[in-house]
Nanobody, 122 residues
Framework: QVRLVESGGGLVQAGGSLRVSCAAS????????MGWFRQAPGKEREFVSAISWSGGSTYYADSVKGRFTISRDNAEKTVYLQMNSLKPEDTAVYYCATGSRPSSWKGEYHVWGQGTQVTVSS
């Protein structure tokens, strides 16, 4: 079955950097778009970034544009989210998901990982 496993979360000080990864199995990874979402306590899950199957198109939420970079390695079946200049408001559980096309809409994605916690201290 399709499985997505996130890793790389942790505790970092404001202004620091962190890279989270999402390893996929059970799918033809290079055929699917990938997305990153996040959910803070008491808040809705929100879009962070998405990338097309080839990696040629990337999309970002306004709140992370210029600070976060999404990338993928189709040979390794892994998608990455490099997060720089982190802020306390970036604190959340980060989820990766796979879908037919890159989108900011949660409903476009049909398989989700279990999430990885990112905590940014002030």
């Amino acid at each position: 079955q399709v499985r997505l496993v996130e890793s790389g979360g942790g505790l970092v000080q404001a202004g620091g950097s962190l890279r989270v990864s999402c390893a996929a199995s059970g799918i033809t990874f290079s055929s699917y778009a990938m997305g990153w979402f996040r959910q803070a306590p008491g808040k809705e899950r929100e879009f962070v970034s998405a990338i097309s199957w080839s990696g040629g198109s990337t999309y970002y939420a306004d709140s992370v544009k210029g600070r976060f970079t999404i990338s993928r390695d189709n040979a390794e079946k892994t998608v990455y989210l490099q997060m720089n200049s982190l802020k306390p408001e970036d604190t959340a559980v980060y989820y990766c998901a796979t879908g037919s096309r890159p989108s900011s809409w949660k409903g476009e994605y049909h398989v989700w990982g279990q999430g990885t916690q990112v905590t940014v201290s002030s």
